[in-house]
Nanobody
Framework: QVQLVESGGGLVQPGGSLRLSCAAS????????MGWYRQAPGKQRELVAV???????NYADSVKGRFTLSRDNTKNTVYLQMNSLKPEDTAVYYC?????????WGQGTQVTVSS
């Protein structure tokens, strides 16, 4: 099993920044993809950004140029730096780890962008 512990959500004004962290522990295979998805009220969960264990990243078009995803393989941790936040970024953000046929989710952290 894999456990994911998220931190860093909160309330921020439009144009502000937040940094999310997700630390993985447990039976983690070396080859994996970690990243973030989000779900706004009344909407489906969507990909925000993911990074492979080799360092390849994939971003949603809506966050390109504003969000940066990085990972520290020595700590099994990923970081999502979110800049120039917009009200439409408001959602519950979920950390995800995928490895072969397995997928694990964190409990979610709320990000609210509002004045």
């Amino acid at each position: 099993q894999v456990q994911l512990v998220e931190s860093g959500g909160g309330l921020v004004q439009p144009g502000g920044s937040l940094r999310l962290s997700c630390a993985a522990s447990g039976n983690i295979l070396r080859v994996n993809t970690m990243g973030w998805y989000r779900q706004a009220p009344g909407k489906q969960r969507e990909l925000v950004a993911v990074v492979s264990s080799g360092g390849s990243t994939n971003y949603a078009d809506s966050v390109k140029g504003r969000f940066t995803l990085s990972r520290d393989n020595t700590k099994n941790t990923v970081y999502l730096q979110m800049n120039s936040l917009k009200p439409e970024d408001t959602a519950v953000y979920y950390c995800n780890l995928r490895s072969f046929s397995s997928s694990f989710w964190g409990q979610g952290t709320q990000v609210t962008v509002s004045s």
